[in-house]
């Protein structure tokens, strides 16, 4: 073989080779940093195939603590659904609703290191969480009228009381960080697109503030493009019947989603997340689902039917980032109307959530 062939042997090998390697190379997707663009929470790391962020709200026990053995089977049941998300919610407490600040001690070390231990175990069951550190008033007052004398001062003690909250995100990998829930008579406030640029630097993850849906109160957020998400606690009326049939509550999501798409066209472009969303199963919860009346008879089927209603309507558009149902357990009797884990609205959540 004289030298010419020997170097097109040797070129037929090398192109052969070069085949093999570029065709057997490993698809490496390059991974969004937070905050990248509107659509780009919709395909976050945590979120599943679909698209949707599939998740529960899960409260602490009444008298026991957060790290309770049931809390954390709970977590377990949950990730048995087909979700993969929960909604954690700590409570930092002031004392009335006129309060000018948030304690600078309202999260004492050893409630951190249980929260600690219960997104350990959230991660260890497979499910990407949302923190959201909640302000309560002890006279209660409702967070939606929590209204002190000096917003600015307010908020740059809530900003104060959530840093130890942002430093546990950080360390435990929490997928999302709620910045604040129903502050209805504070989040017009301009000093919270502060807040949210400070809390990038301490956090990485992304980041949402939930507002109360009652008298359109998500429409004074005028910052929402400094969050990844807008999260709405979605406790629309659905209708003005009692005992409201599958199509009633349809109809009900389509005014909703009719509300929102109006909404959206002229608001900062970020998907929407429920952040809870949920209906009493009582006579007339879906009329306010926000204020159940505790004396109303039972209605087990009123929620199944609600939640069938939303994944036919809401889920199906396209700025729809997902939801966490409210509630899977825990609570107290406040949020007993709300249960979820073992009744016939966790059999509709698990069919909608697509569980194997």
């Known amino acids: ?26 698809v490496v997707t390059p991974r969004e940093p937070a905050g990248a663009g509107p659509d780009a929470a919709a395909a976050s790391p945590a979120a599943d195939q679909a698209g949707r962020v599939r998740g529960f709200t899960l409260l602490p026990p009444p008298g026991a603590p957060v ?8 977590l377990r049941a949950i990730a048995g659904t087909g979700a993969r998300w929960v909604a954690l919610r700590p409570v930092l407490t002031q004392a009335t609703g006129t309060s000018p600040e948030v304690p600078a001690d309202a999260t004492p070390p050893e409630e951190l290191a249980r929260w600690r231990k219960v997104l350990q175990e959230a991660h260890a069951a497979g499910l990407a969480v949302m923190l959201r550190p909640l302000v309560a008033a002890a ?15 307010w908020l740059a003690s809530w900003e104060r009381a959530l840093q130890p909250w942002l430093t546990l ?34 956090y990485t993850g992304r980041l949402t503030y939930a507002s109360s849906v009652e008298e359109a109160a998500y429409r004074q957020v005028s910052w929402w493009d400094a969050v990844d998400y807008v999260g709405l606690d ?3 009326p659905l209708s003005r019947t009692a005992e409201p049939d ?6 009900g999501w389509q005014g909703v989603v009719d509300e929102l798409t109006a909404w959206r066209g002229q608001a900062p472009d970020r998907p929407v997340l429920f952040t809870a969303v949920g209906v009493p199963s009582v006579v007339g919860g879906a009329i306010a689902p926000a204020l159940p009346d505790a004396t109303a008879p039972r209605d087990e089927g009123l929620p199944a039917r609600a939640a ?20 899977w357990a825990g609570g107290g009797r406040a949020h007993e109307a709300f249960r979820t884990a073992d009744t016939p609205t966790a059999a509709a959540l698990q069919a909608g959530y697509g569980a194997p």
């Open 1 to 26: 073989m004289n030298p010419r062939q020997l170097l097109g042997l040797a070129g037929g090998f090398l192109l052969v080779y070069i085949v093999i390697t570029l065709t057997n190379r490993p």
């Open 67 to 74: 790290d309770d053995a049931s809390s954390l089977a709970a």
């Open 139 to 153: 006279d209660g007052t409702r967070r939606e009228a929590i209204a002190p004398p000096a917003p600015t001062a």
């Open 169 to 202: 995100a950080q360390a435990e990998r929490v997928e999302l960080f709620c910045l604040g829930s129903n502050m209805t008579r504070l989040q017009a406030e301009a000093g919270w697109r502060d807040l949210a640029t400070r809390a990038r630097t301490q």
């Open 234 to 236: 979605a406790f629309f």
């Open 246 to 251: 599958g199509e009633a509550l349809r109809l």
């Open 308 to 327: 069938e209603a939303l994944f036919a309507t809401v889920w199906q558009q396209p700025w729809f980032a997902g939801m966490f149902w409210h509630t």
